[in-house]
């Protein structure tokens, strides 16, 4: 029996938002802590793990959500599909373990970061339970939401009790690990009480090629914001990528917010499409699209006209110098969550993924280009970083807008008002922080005055207009929304 989707989102809007509060409470404190010398170190190995992690994953996550999501009435299916999904999983998980260790051994063996890096290695153990997927294919946000919360305040309580000075990123390394670690392993007991191997019919070779498909397509920031990372840790300095992430982790708290309205229709898309209803998918597709920018693009332009003092409170003075790049990375935001419903919600939902790849590639390769041409000029900064990594992801969008428009042709159309007039009506927060700042002084209250000034009247503007996400809302909270979907 499908669950409601509804319901499905309020459970994922409280798991992130849980996941927004807890790092804003968590990450000045760690980042004041350790400094950004040491945190740089951590932030630096988590882009080296990050690439062997691909390969581990090997694109299991997207590929099993996709396809259990299709057959979920059918038990044995699922269960015979689980097995064959698990097994691949731990065979890609050992081996990229074992190239993993032996790039750190030689190429990092004498340096400062190698305990990290061995810290680290013990995730790829943890990634053979990764089973989230399941339990997001069978939409079960209600477990997914309590799970995470558990573990994510046992991982708070051991940061405050176990990181006191800036010799303690070998700790928060190992916090870091651990409740991975505890996440996974309380999902796959969960999911094994209802889902049994089944060897019966197990498969391998017909899921490696779509496998492969996705990894290359769900990898992506291979390309972009991991590239930046690494090589700002290879050819800059460990407090330059602290400059990077920090920033990057604010503008992540809050798109994670944001993504959770779109996260959760995937199953359902797929589910409709498995039963070839077309024009039930392009009505939730055009509906969650609008209610999904009428919170991105007002989000974007808060960082923006923030940056300076997000960065300040939550890094502190040592980080104020990331304020451009936080600036650089609201407009990264909204390109990266255009790319995440044109790529993920309609190309990968119609098994497009071919065409995907070949798109993400290109642009990537453009970044790449771009990278390298600040190198040579010697202006590889976090911030040129962002902003070139943004370019490219403009051009990705734009290349994905137009096949979808010549070749999928569906009912869709991006770059409408009925979407972008949220665009057009955050631009105003400009001038509104603009005067402001002229009569408030002092980060939290320059934070708490802008942001509540910009979200009464983007709020007055949407009600005046009588806009279509606030009928959707109020017609949610009259109970109308209410039922299965």
Request: glycine share 6%; net charge positive.
């Amino acid at each position: 029996m499908k669950k409601s989707l509804f319901k499905n989102m309020l459970y994922k809007v409280i798991l992130n938002s849980f996941n927004l509060i807890l790092p804003i409470l968590v990450g000045p404190y760690v980042n004041r802590v350790l400094g950004a010398e040491s945190i740089g170190k951590v932030q630096f190995v988590e882009s080296i793990y990050a690439y062997f992690l691909i390969f581990a994953t090997f694109g299991v996550y997207q590929y099993g959500l996709r396809e259990v999501s299709r057959i979920k009435d059918d038990k044995q299916k699922v269960s015979q599909l689980f097995t064959s999904l698990f097994t691949i999983g731990l065979i890609t998980s050992l081996a990229a373990l074992l190239c993993y260790a032996g790039v750190s051994y030689f190429g990092y063996g004498k340096e400062s970061i190698f305990p990290i890096l061995m810290i680290f290695g013990f995730n790829f153990i943890a990634n053979i339970f990764m089973v989230e997927w399941v339990n997001e294919a069978l939409e079960n946000y209600d477990f997914i939401t309590i799970k995470t919360v558990i573990v994510r305040i046992i991982y708070v309580i051991l940061i405050f009790a176990m990181v006191n000075n800036s010799d303690n990123y070998y700790e928060y390394a190992m916090l870091l690990v651990l409740s991975t670690v505890l996440n996974n392993i309380v999902s796959f007991i969960y999911i094994k009480r209802k889902i049994k191997f089944d060897f019966s019919n197990m498969t391998i070779l017909p899921h490696l090629k779509p496998l492969f498909v996705v990894v290359v397509f769900a990898n992506g920031n291979v390309l972009f914001t991991l590239l930046d990372r690494l090589m700002l840790g290879q050819f800059n300095t460990p407090r330059a990528v602290s400059f990077y992430v920090i920033p990057q982790q604010i503008m992540g708290i809050i798109n994670t917010l944001m993504l959770s309205i779109i996260q959760v229709t995937l199953p359902r898309l797929s589910y409709i499409l498995g039963s070839n209803d077309e024009k039930s998918y392009h009505i939730l597709l055009n509906n969650i699209s609008k209610v999904y920018f009428s919170l991105l693009f007002p989000a974007s332009a808060g960082i923006f006209v923030l940056s300076d003092v997000a960065v300040l409170i939550y890094g502190g003075q040592d980080f104020l110098g990331a304020s451009t790049a936080l600036s650089l990375f609201a407009f990264y935001m909204i390109v990266l969550g255009i790319d995440f419903i044109l790529a993920n919600q309609v190309i990968y939902v119609k098994k497009r993924e071919n065409v995907l790849i070949k798109l993400v590639f290109l642009s990537g390769s453009i970044n790449v280009l771009l990278k390298v041409g600040l190198l040579f000029m010697d202006k590889l900064t976090p911030a040129t970083a962002v902003f070139t990594t943004g370019i490219s992801t403009l051009i990705l969008i734009l290349l994905e807008y137009w096949y979808i428009k010549r070749y999928i042709k569906i009912e869709y159309k991006l770059f409408e008002w009925a979407k972008m007039k949220y665009l057009a009506y955050s631009l105003l927060f400009i001038p509104i922080a603009y005067v402001i700042r002229q009569f408030v002084s002092g980060p939290i209250p320059l934070f708490i005055t802008i942001g509540i000034t910009c979200s009464v009247i983007y709020g007055i503007i949407l009600i005046v207009t009588k806009d279509i996400v606030v009928q959707i809302a109020l017609e949610k909270v009259k109970g109308r929304f209410g039922r299965k979907q």
